[in-house]
């Protein structure tokens, strides 16, 4: 199949905005749905919505089942070694809030380090932020080449045998820089360091084993991989997670409650206090199915070569910046001269081109790159060369609004 009909998949996608095509280019943000997993969802409130682990009754069993099994595809999809390593959260943030939560506040203290780059999403900024305030440790950051990637022999300067915590985006949600995670993780682990990962942008696009890359924490989100929002996913080794306590206590998670004391379940049911994400489990298993059907390689083909049209039909325009280095993922992000993103935007809209404008919940990265706000357009598998000449021509549109304006 190619990407014209992986589009007819997607329901939403079959609408005009504006009294124009829609062009959905937000994937980073979120990803549309296709009619498999709407189905899947439909199927579980219609068929057999119940709590799971409860009850004994065939509407509970089929539920457990469900939610159960999606644990399994997820534990597949990334390469884990067992189910016990895939607790379900919210998503990318709240994953990586229970490592810094659980993991960080117990083992660091001061003279410890955390370190960080200047790319990440504030989600892997601000939790390590609060962990540093709270242990006494250092938050240290690797510096970012002129391109906006990372040079290995800056990681081995900024990781010392002090660092406790190397946390890194797999892929930047801003400037698509794709890192060496597994090199990283090496460094970090040769300094006696846990690796951390944000795979918000890498799982939905590439495929991802946490084995090889020897992370040790791996968080990512359904909702950008075509599977429903308020659910991810954190894996983290055995060994680590039995160590760490629960963040959130409550019913499920626990094994024996006393009036004093209590004690928890084994993993990964201690981490997932109350009634369960069960329809967005459910959710993302359709999902994960509906991605290893296409194949993640055919996925990353099509994006990269999207990235790469799109990147050369913008150096044809005047006034305009491209961030970012050349090999890249599937995303532009870009400002055209004198004109806010905002206004680009709007814009772009009023053709039906949906594309992302403003710090993108990367604050110091704009710093970094000297700007307040960017626009960025972002591809997935649904995504067409179609589509990129109508948001090139929908930028030209802007130019020449604006042109006038100004």
């Known amino acids: 199949m190619s990407a014209k009909e992986w589009r007819k998949l997607f329901p939403i996608l079959d609408q005009e905005v504006n009294g124009k095509p829609l062009v959905y280019l937000d994937s980073a943000a979120t990803s549309q749905k296709p009619i498999q997993v709407i189905e899947a969802l439909d199927k579980y409130y219609k068929e057999y919505n119940s709590n799971v682990h409860r ?15 999606a644990r399994e595809k997820v534990r597949r999809f990334i390469g884990a070694k067992s189910t016990q390593e895939i607790i379900f959260t919210r998503g990318t943030t709240t994953a990586i809030n229970t490592v810094a939560r659980s993991y960080g506040m117990a083992n660091l203290s001061e003279g410890d380090e955390i370190v960080i780059t200047p790319m990440e999403h504030h989600s892997n900024i601000i939790p390590w932020q609060q962990v540093a305030k709270v242990t006494g440790a250092t ?46 993780a090496a460094i970090a682990h040769k300094n006696g360091a846990v690796m951390v990962v944000d795979g918000a942008q890498s799982a939905p696009h590439m495929k991802v084993d946490v084995q090889d890359l020897d992370c040790d924490f791996f968080a990512f989100s ?6 429903p929002t308020g659910i991810g996913v954190l ?11 629960p963040v959130e206590f409550g019913g499920e998670m626990i094994d024996l409650v006393g009036l004093q ?37 055919n996925i990353l083909k099509l994006e990269h070569e999207l990235a790469d049209y799109a990147m050369e039909r913008l150096s044809e325009l005047d006034g305009v910046t491209i961030f970012g280095p050349k090999h890249r993922a599937g995303l532009v992000t870009f400002n055209l001269d004198d004109v806010h993103p905002h206004d680009v935007a709007t814009v772009l809209d009023s ?9 993108h919940c990367a604050q110091p990265l704009m710093k970094w790159l000297e700007v307040t706000a960017t626009a960025r357009a972002s591809f997935y598998l649904y995504n067409t060369e179609d589509d990129v000449d109508a948001f090139i021509k929908g930028l030209t549109t802007a130019k020449e609004y604006f042109g006038h304006v100004f």
């Not at 990637?149 to 698509?176: P, R």
């Not at 053709?351 to 710090?359: D, K």
């Open 55 to 69: 009850g004994v009754h065939t509407l509970g069993t089929r539920a457990t089942d469900g939610y159960e099994g």
């Open 139 to 184: 938050l240290k950051y690797i510096p970012l080449q002129p391109d906006g990637t990372i040079d290995l022999q800056d990681v081995e300067k900024t990781v010392t045998e002090h660092t406790k915590i190397v946390s890194v985006m797999q892929v930047s949600n801003v400037l698509g820089t794709i890192n060496p995670i597994k090199e990283i």
């Open 222 to 227: 359904a909702h950008k991989m075509c599977g």
């Open 235 to 245: 894996y983290g080794k055995k060994a680590l997670l039995n160590k760490m306590e």
């Open 261 to 297: 004391e209590s004690t928890w379940k084994e993993l990964p049911w201690k981490f997932e206090g109350g009634t369960p994400i069960i329809a967005g489990a459910i959710g993302l298993g359709a999902a994960i199915d509906f991605l290893e059907d296409i194949g993640l390689d």
């Open 351 to 359: 053709e039906g081109i949906a594309v992302r404008a403003g710090h």
